[in-house]
């Protein structure tokens, strides 16, 4: 087996041919001779359609699935692809999109010639740029001005996944809205945070570290003296102090905060002389 994730209580007979990148549910059986391709995904319990007013008689019965007499294919069913073509492009990029994009470093790049064009354009990498090609943009919404999104732009130029970077860009335009209105509604700011959460894929450890680095960083004039500097962050933790709070709950919460502060440092060097102070802040209202 190559990358592939296999359930608990899975059985794999003899001769069984099992492609890279195939997930396999728990308690799967599958048959002997069996040859499951690359990026399949197998379940233990045919998927129903949700339609057949029989498949309650046909519970009883018992139906092999294609790869075995527990191993029935998954397929997601998307409602908002209609058409052939558009069904048919969905299943293009489900490899891509159970596994994610597969990256290299600067050495490994410049070893590929000119006419492969883009890193993983062979494997698909290519879609997801073209997708988001315009939400790249910082927003015609923002008004002039405002910079409190220009780093975000050296956030890309430094390598940071573009799902990331437009997570935090939709995370600070939430917080910047709320703070203009003057009314920061907690728990409306926690649906609209993990509403973008979903939107761009972004794990737990990505969340709370955008969410402190936006907080951080809000309406923030780097350019003023540590005393000022701070001073102006611990007005940002005590108006958003519930946000923060909201994701800080758990014992790993708190961990991914901690773990931001290094990248924090290392894009803001600005906040070296004021860290220590920040994080004694953050003890002291009961977000860490």
Request: aromatic share 6%.
């Amino acid at each position: 087996l190559t990358n592939c994730i296999v359930g608990e209580n899975v059985v794999l007979p003899d001769n069984c041919q099992v492609k890279d990148k195939v997930v396999i549910g728990h308690n799967a059986v599958l048959k002997t001779g069996s040859c499951v391709p690359s990026g399949t995904r197998i379940s233990s319990a045919k998927v129903s359609d949700g339609f057949s007013d029989d498949e309650e008689e046909e519970a009883g019965e018992e139906a092999e699935g294609e790869f075995g007499p527990c191993a029935f294919n998954y397929v997601e069913e998307n409602p908002d692809f209609d058409s052939d073509e558009e069904i048919e492009a969905q299943a293009g990029c489900a490899v891509l999109n159970t596994w994610g994009q597969v990256y290299t470093t600067d050495n490994e790049g410049s070893d590929s010639s000119e006419s492969d064009g883009e890193v993983g354009d062979d494997d698909g990498d290519s879609w997801a740029e073209d997708d988001h090609k315009g939400d790249l943009d910082p927003g015609s919404d923002m008004e002039e001005g405002d910079n409190n999104m220009d780093y975000l732009q050296d956030d890309e130029d430094e390598g940071e996944h573009h799902d990331v970077v437009n997570f935090k860009r939709e995370v600070l335009e939430s917080l910047q809205r709320a703070d203009a209105e003057g009314k920061i509604v907690t728990d409306n700011l926690v649906l609209e945070i993990n509403s973008s959460k979903h939107a761009w894929n972004t794990t737990l450890c990505e969340v709370n570290q955008c969410v402190l680095e936006s907080v951080l960083t809000l309406n923030l004039d780097l350019d003023l003296s540590p005393g000022k500097l701070l001073a102006a962050v611990k007005v940002n933790l005590d108006k958003f102090r519930q946000l923060l709070i909201k994701y800080s709950q758990s014992k790993s919460g708190q961990d991914y905060y901690l773990s931001s502060v290094p990248e924090l440092i290392k894009r803001f060097p600005q906040f070296l002389d004021v860290i220590a102070k920040v994080l004694h802040h953050m003890y002291e209202v009961d977000i860490l």
